[in-house]
């Protein structure tokens, strides 16, 4: 079946870092999508990428849905202590919206 | 409403018992999603509905899930003769219909947390 491949699966980074995560799948998909989600909270959406090669920015965060419509990456820059949580990509393809296993990222003290 | 709501949030059942599961969408919003998060997984893809037609079951692990939607808005879940290892977060999510562009983007609820003990 489709699956999103996503990576990498956790970060320990400083305050202040930049993070970088990406998905790529084997399948085209026609809409990628970025969430967060808290502890105890459904996933909220961050940025949604429409087009090949678009590339979206929503403050900190970046967001480009690769040329190949296989790929997409999130970059956030100067990372706080809220940015701690897991990030999920998503692909869009025909009726299905599927979902990578999701980045944890934590900020050490 | 403003948001999808989604109820128990809780939920802790004995194996063997059956459990439903319910989802509020949010009012107008076409397009139903459940997705299933195990401890530290990703979202497990359920079953999909555009109105109250559900086109992608494919998802549903067993024949002891189903679903329903009455009305093109509120959505059950039921899961009979609970295993163990149907705990988990089941999430619901709604978008406005479930084709391209900005529509489909998801609204998720909190999420109804069921332990099989």
């Known amino acids: 079946g489709q699956q999103l491949n996503q990576s990498p699966q956790s970060m320990f980074i400083q305050e202040g870092e930049d993070v970088s995560m990406n998905c790529t799948s084997s399948s085209i998909f026609n809409t990628w999508l970025w969430y967060k989600q808290d502890p105890g909270e459904g996933p909220v959406l961050l940025i949604a990428?429409?087009?090949?090669?678009e590339l979206t920015s929503n403050g900190r965060l970046t967001a480009q849905f690769g040329i190949t419509r296989k790929d997409s990456f999130l970059n956030i820059s100067a990372s706080i202590p809220s940015d701690v949580g897991i990030y999920f990509c998503a692909g869009h393809r025909d009726d299905k919206i599927i979902f990578g296993k999701g980045t944890r990222l934590h900020i050490l003290p | 409403g403003a948001g999808v709501s989604q109820s128990p949030s809780n939920k802790v059942t004995e194996k063997g018992k059956d459990v439903e599961l319910r989802c509020d969408p949010i009012s107008g919003h076409t397009a139903l999603y459940w997705y299933r998060q195990s401890l530290g997984q990703g979202l497990e893809f359920l079953i999909y509905f555009q109105g109250n037609s559900a086109p992608d079951k494919s998802g549903l692990p067993s024949d002891r899930f189903s679903a329903e939607r009455t009305g093109g808005s509120v959505s059950t879940l039921t899961i009979q003769r609970t295993q163990q290892e149907d705990s988990a977060v089941y999430l619901c999510?709604?978008?406005?219909?479930?084709?391209?562009?900005?529509?489909?983007?998801?609204?998720f609820g909190a999420g109804s947390r069921l332990t099989v003990l």
């Open positions: 990428l429409y087009k090949a090669g």
């Open positions: 999510a709604s978008s406005l219909s479930g084709g391209l562009g900005g529509a489909n983007v998801l609204t």
